[in-house]
């Protein structure tokens, strides 16, 4: 990754949180928690699921700069979903949760040394991740989120109650 890749991921990853908050003020309160079919998620799980994703990610990155060659352990999104009840769990404080976590790893990005994008780990289901590959998915997690969110929107504007 060139640093002008770098600072473009950067960019996206501080701009997430805007883009989840906007896609989020679209969504009818009626269409919250309305699932666009079983198994999939509603809005209200996609921003949970966000909120629980970023924490993750959060000290994801910091065990492969602090720690030398670190396991990062994945784990089931669709059971945590369930697990935890994510309808139950308000959506302000995931929503805080997310602009939070990301304001708090903006900086830490930010002043990375090329030695600290070079930093390697093992992550407990895809095998060799590093610091340059969690900031690509990073970069786009949210971007993706929030056309899921207006995938859902679109299905429950469409819908034949």
């Known amino acids: 990754m060139t640093p002008t890749e770098r600072n473009d991921c950067i960019r996206r990853y501080a701009e997430g949180p805007t883009l989840l908050t906007e896609a989020l003020a679209a969504v009818p309160e009626a269409a919250l928690q309305w699932r666009p079919a079983p198994g999939k998620w509603s809005v209200h799980e996609i ?10 990610s959060h000290m994801r990155v910091r065990y492969l700069i602090g720690e030398s060659s670190p396991t990062i352990v994945g784990y089931d999104q669709d059971r945590w979903a369930t697990a935890m009840d994510y309808h139950a769990h308000p959506i302000e404080p995931a929503m805080a949760t997310v602009t939070a976590v990301r304001a708090n790893t903006v900086p830490l990005l930010r002043r990375l040394t090329p030695e600290h994008w070079e930093r390697r780990g093992k992550h407990s289901e895809s095998g060799t991740y590093g610091v340059e590959e969690w900031l690509e998915i990073y970069a ?19 819908r034949k109650d």
């Open 47 to 56: 921003i949970v699921h966000c909120a629980d994703s970023e924490t993750n």
């Open 140 to 158: 786009e997690h949210l971007e993706i989120h929030v056309r899921q969110i207006a995938r859902v929107l679109e299905a429950w504007k469409a």
